[in-house]
Nanobody, 121 residues
Framework: VQLQASGGGLVLPGDSLRLACEASEGTFSGLIMGWFRQGPGKEREFLVGIDWQGRRTYYGDSAKGRFTIFRESRRNTVYLQMNDLKPEDTAVYYC???????????????WGRGTQVTVSP
């Protein structure tokens, strides 16, 4: 499975941004997809995962409230809608996929290259 993330950029505090991740070259049935991020000098942290049908989601503490994950009907593209962005959201955002447990970060075995999000005045 190949993953391609896009949508990062430089934004102001309070702005919104939508990241996209498209999966290709593999079997998508049953594939969970999710987002992680790694800020400067920080460890990579889990943000949110979504199941194959887009019916179940699991949010990590950092993503609750301002971030929303959703999956396109074709089921091989997921989006991360990020609202009210803060400087501490500055990080490289990674798309990941795998299965079966969307809550278990070790189940995310396929990784994209990441997209930079910078939140700065």
């Amino acid at each position: 499975v190949q993953l391609q993330a896009s949508g990062g950029g430089l934004v102001l505090p309070g702005d919104s941004l939508r990241l996209a991740c498209e999966a290709s070259e593999g079997t998508f049935s049953g594939l969970i997809m999710g987002w992680f991020r790694q800020g400067p000098g920080k460890e990579r942290e889990f943000l949110v995962g979504i199941d194959w049908q887009g019916r179940r989601t699991y949010y990590g503490d950092s993503a609750k409230g301002r971030f929303t994950i959703f999956r396109e009907s074709r089921r091989n593209t997921v989006y991360l809608q990020m609202n009210d962005l803060k400087p501490e959201d500055t990080a490289v955002y990674y798309c990941a996929a795998g299965g079966p447990d969307l809550r278990n970060r070790d189940d995310y075995v396929f990784w994209g290259r990441g997209t930079q999000v910078t939140v700065s005045p």
